[in-house]
C-alpha cells in the first residue's frame, strides 16, 4: 500500500486536512474510521460523479466517518480491450485534485490487473470492499455493475450488503438535455468542438494542462506572442480557435485566445496548442500552467499572408474578451 498526499488544505476550504491517495497493494484492512465508499472510474469527475460524491460525504459526515472514492488504474479497458478504451479526460494527479476539492477524504486506487478481472462480484465485495476497505455504506448509479464480466449489478450488490453488513444506497442519474451525463457524452461533445456542451456535462470548463515550451517565435514577431504549451492529457478539444483562459503558476486566471491546431497559415506542420494572453505579458517557458476552453470562436483555417492572420487574432481577441466578460467568476 502507498500513501501519499496530493490535495492542500487551500484547495479544500475550512479547515479540511488534506485529502490522501491510497494505492492498495496488501490485504490488511486499511481500519479507516467508518468508511463510505463510492466506486467508478471517476473520469472527468462530472456531475454525476460529483452527485455520487456528494452522497458518499452525506453518508460519511452524518456518523463522523471517512468518505472514500474507490477507482482503479488503469481503466478497466485498456486492460479488457485496448482497442478500444477510451481516451483519458484527465490525468490520475488531476482526477485526485478535483476529488479532493470536493472533500474526498481518502483516494483508493486499486491496480487493474488481469487477477483483478478475474473475481467474481461476491468476491471482488468481500475482498475489496470488506476486508480492505471495511466499508459501512457504498454509494453506486443506479447502472453500476461489477465482477468478473460484470456480471454483479445494483441487486446482487444489495443482497450482498444484507448478507456482509453494509449499506446499499442508489443514486439516480443526473441528466442533461434527456440524457445521463457520462464520460463518453463528454468525450463527443470535446470531439465536436463543443465545449460549452462539455460545461454543461461537467459543471465546469474543460481544462488541460502542462509545460509551456519554445515554439517558432511567429506569434512573438506578428505583435500577438503566444505560450505554446506540452500538454500531459490524453483528451483534447477539436482542432480550432476558442476563447479561454490561463492559469499561471501564481494561481492568476488570465484571459487567453486558444488555438488548437497545425497553423496552416505557414505551411503543414505538427499539431499545437497555443494560447495568446489578453493584457497580459511576461516569461512563461518552462512553467506549468492550466488553460480552460470556455467557448469555441472559429475553425482554424488558412489566410492568404501572416498579416491577415494577425488582423483576425485581433477580432478573435475581442470576441473572446466579450464572451469571457459575460463568464467571468466561472473560471478553471
Known amino acids: 500500500m502507498r500513501l501519499s498526499t496530493v490535495v492542500p488544505v487551500s484547495a479544500r476550504g475550512g479547515n479540511l486536512p488534506p485529502m ?37 460525504l452525506e453518508r460519511a459526515r452524518a456518523v463522523s466517518g471517512t468518505a472514500v472514492v474507490l477507482t482503479f488504474d488503469p481503466h478497466p479497458a485498456r486492460l479488457l480491450n485496448p482497442g478500444r478504451a477510451p481516451s483519458a479526460l484527465c ?28 473475481k467474481g462480484a461476491e468476491e471482488f465485495v468481500r475482498e475489496i470492499v470488506v ?14 455493475r461489477f465482477g468478473r464480466g460484470r456480471e ?17 444506497v442508489a443514486v439516480a442519474p443526473v441528466t442533461h438535455a434527456g440524457a445521463a451525463v457520462s464520460s463518453s457524452r463528454v468525450r ?28 517558432e517565435g ?28 490561463c492559469r499561471l503558476p501564481s494561481g492568476e486566471a488570465v484571459p487567453a485566445v486558444v488555438n488548437r491546431g497545425r497553423r496552416p497559415t505557414f505551411g503543414p506542420g505538427a499539431e499545437t496548442l497555443e ?10 517557458y518552462e512553467a506549468r500552467v492550466r488553460v480552460g ?24 481577441a475581442a470576441h473572446a474578451e466579450a464572451i469571457l466578460a459575460r463568464l467571468r467568476g466561472n473560471v478553471v
Open 20 to 56: 490522501q491517495t491510497v494505492r492498495l497493494g496488501g490485504r490488511a484492512p486499511l481500519e479507516w474510521p467508518s468508511p463510505a465508499v463510492t466506486i467508478g472510474n471517476f473520469d472527468g469527475v462530472h456531475r454525476g460523479h460529483q452527485a455520487l460524491v456528494a452522497s458518499t
Open 91 to 118: 490525468t490520475p494527479i488531476q482526477k485526485a485534485e478535483m476529488l479532493g476539492a470536493l472533500g474526498v477524504d481518502r483516494l483508493a486506487v486499486l491496480p487493474f490487473t488481469p487477477e483483478l478481472a478475474r
Open 131 to 144: 476486508s480492505l476497505l471495511q466499508a459501512r455504506a457504498v454509494i453506486v448509479g443506479e447502472g453500476f
Open 152 to 168: 454483479g449489478d445494483l441487486s446482487a450488490l444489495r443482497s450482498l450488503g444484507q448478507r456482509l453488513g453494509f449499506e446499499v
Open 188 to 215: 463527443e461533445a470535446l470531439a465536436r468542438g463543443d465545449v460549452g456542451e462539455a460545461r454543461a456535462l461537467l459543471g465546469r470548463a474543460f481544462w488541460v494542462e502542462g509545460r509551456v515550451v519554445r515554439g
Open 218 to 245: 511567429r506569434g512573438r514577431r506578428l505583435g500577438i506572442p503566444t505560450a505554446n504549451l506540452e500538454t500531459e492529457n490524453e483528451t483534447l478539444p477539436e482542432t480550432g480557435v476558442y476563447a479561454g483562459t
Open 275 to 284: 494560447a495568446h494572453l489578453l493584457g497580459w505579458s511576461g516569461d512563461l
Open 293 to 316: 476552453f470556455e467557448a469555441r470562436l472559429r475553425d482554424e483555417r488558412r489566410f492568404a499572408d501572416p498579416a491577415a492572420l494577425a488582423a483576425q487574432i485581433r477580432e478573435d
